[in-house]
Nanobody, 126 residues
Framework: QVQLVESGGGLVQAGGSLRLSCAAS????????MGWFRQAPGKEREFVAA????????SYADSVKGRFTISRDNAKNALYLQMNILRPEDSAVYYC???????????????????WGLGTQVSVSS
């Protein structure tokens, strides 16, 4: 059974940075694309970034492109999200997820992900 645990969230001022981590356990992590999503109060969960199984392909939401960087370390079963130049509108619970089945692509839709962590809160003050 796959388990995902996010960490690294917190409170930061606008313009600051945070680095989120996601620790995976339970199966062959390295064969699957992974992604980050976020959900703010009263809003639907939205795609943030995704990375292919070997890290060669990365996809970002337009709202974070140029500010956020997704990466992974398969040897450590870890996924990361470096967030720079944070804005108040980035405040949300951030979730990492593993894709449902390997298909050689980088999915952006939440239904294409089968396993989710419990999330970590990111709050950005103005």
């Amino acid at each position: 059974q796959v388990q995902l645990v996010e960490s690294g969230g917190g409170l930061v001022q606008a313009g600051g940075s945070l680095r989120l981590s996601c620790a995976a356990s339970g199966r062959i992590f390295s064969s699957y694309a992974m992604g980050w999503f976020r959900q703010a109060p009263g809003k639907e969960r939205e795609f943030v970034a995704a990375i292919s199984w070997n890290g060669s392909v990365r996809s970002y939401a337009d709202s974070v492109k140029g500010r956020f960087t997704i990466s992974r370390d398969n040897a450590k079963n870890a996924l990361y999200l470096q967030m720079n130049i944070l804005r108040p509108e980035d405040s949300a619970v951030y979730y990492c997820a593993v894709e449902r089945s390997p298909a050689g692509r980088v999915p952006r839709a939440s239904y294409e992900y089968a396993v989710w962590g419990l999330g970590t809160q990111v709050s950005v003050s103005s």
